[in-house]
Nanobody, 126 residues
Framework: QVPLVESGGGLVQAGGSLRLSCAASGRTFSTYAMAWFRQAPGKEREFVAAISWSAFSTYYADSVKGRFTISRDNAKPTVNLQMNSLKPEDTAVYYC???????????????????WGQGTQVTVSS
């Protein structure tokens, strides 16, 4: 199992930055691709970013490309999401997830993820 616990959410003004962290446990963390998803009120959960088990590859939703950066440290083990130039439309609950993906190109598919965190709220004011 790979229990996941997110932290780092909060309230920030538009144009500001936040750094989310996801602490994982379990010896198999390093074999899982990790991702961040988000869900705004009344909307479906959507893919934000993913990183391969080796950290060699990353994949981003077009809406966050160039503003968000995903990283991981398999020694800790944690996965982080650095969010810059935040916009009000980034407001959502952000979830960390783990999957043993056949390819990172499949990272947008929610059903492939085996483990999810409880979520952390990010609110961006205009």
């Amino acid at each position: 199992q790979v229990p996941l616990v997110e932290s780092g959410g909060g309230l920030v003004q538009a144009g500001g930055s936040l750094r989310l962290s996801c602490a994982a446990s379990g010896r198999t963390f390093s074999t899982y691709a990790m991702a961040w998803f988000r869900q705004a009120p009344g909307k479906e959960r959507e893919f934000v970013a993913a990183i391969s088990w080796s950290a060699f590859s990353t994949y981003y939703a077009d809406s966050v490309k160039g503003r968000f950066t995903i990283s991981r440290d398999n020694a800790k083990p944690t996965v982080n999401l650095q969010m810059n130039s935040l916009k009000p439309e980034d407001t959502a609950v952000y979830y960390c997830a783990a999957a043993q993906l056949p390819a990172l190109s499949r990272a947008t598919m929610r059903d492939l993820y085996d483990y999810w965190g409880q979520g952390t709220q990010v609110t961006v004011s205009s």
